[in-house]
Antibody
Framework: QGQLVESGGGLVKPGGSLRLSCTASGFSFSDYYMSWIRQSPGKGLESISYINMGGGMVKYADSVRGRFTISRDNAKNSVDLQMTSLGVDDTAVYYC????????????WGQGTTVIVSS | IQMTQSPSSLSASIGDRVTITCRAS??????LNWYQHKPGRAPKLLIS???TLSGGVSSRFSGSGSGTVFTLTISGLQPEDFALYYCQQSFGPPPRTFGQGTKVEI
């Protein structure tokens, strides 16, 4: 079925940077698109970035465009999210999710990693 | 594409039939997914394509709708069903938007 494990979360000051990683196992990583989805305190799920199977197409939500960069390494079965110019509104649990191109849905999620932006 | 769920929360009892509605700001054919999210756990795909039950998901869950209005129904609510439920459109370009969530509580 597979597993996704996120890492890299933590406490960072406003204006700072952080890099999240998600390591996949148990499935053919390159057969799936990947996304990062976050949940801010008291709010719902927000899909913030997308990368296609080969890594050649990336998309971002308006809230993070220009500040966040998604990348993947199919040889290492990993997808990263480089976050810069962090603000308090970026405080959230960040989930890595696998996208099935046939279902066109996120059929596998990680447990999440927490990012807190605070001075 | 904006997704709006109603209600935002509901109270129900074991055995109840519960219906959650999701409305899209424009037609999305049947490109609608439903997820269940429990605190501290990874969200779980329940339904894709508006009505196709994901593997291993109880048949208590069902989905319907097309165009702009969709529903998730839980028939015979069980203790493990108390959670947050989200709809998500898969019609527009990524990143795909979620509804704001519906909390199902006792």
């Amino acid at each position: 079925q597979g597993q996704l494990v996120e890492s890299g979360g933590g406490l960072v000051k406003p204006g700072g940077s952080l890099r999240l990683s998600c390591t996949a196992s148990g499935f053919s990583f390159s057969d799936y698109y990947m996304s990062w989805i976050r949940q801010s305190p008291g709010k719902g799920l927000e899909s913030i970035s997308y990368i296609n199977m080969g890594g050649g197409m990336v998309k971002y939500a308006d809230s993070v465009r220009g500040r966040f960069t998604i990348s993947r390494d199919n040889a290492k079965n990993s997808v990263d999210l480089q976050m810069t110019s962090l603000g308090v509104d970026d405080t959230a649990v960040y989930y890595c999710a696998r996208g099935d191109q046939w279902l066109d849905a996120f059929d596998l999620w990680g447990q999440g990693t927490t990012v807190i932006v605070s001075s | 594409i904006q997704m709006t769920q109603s209600p935002s929360s509901l109270s129900a009892s074991i055995g109840d039939r519960v219906t959650i509605t999701c409305r899209a700001s424009q037609p999305i054919t049947n490109n609608l997914n439903w997820y269940q999210h429990k605190p501290g756990r990874a969200p779980k795909l329940l339904i894709s394509g508006a009505s196709t039950l994901s593997g291993g998901v109880s048949s208590r869950f069902s989905g319907s709708g097309s165009g702009t209005v969709f529903t998730l129904t839980i028939s015979g609510l069980q203790p493990e069903d108390f959670a947050l439920y989200y709809c998500q459109q898969s019609f527009g370009p990524p990143p795909r938007t979620f509804g704001q969530g519906t909390k199902v509580e006792i």
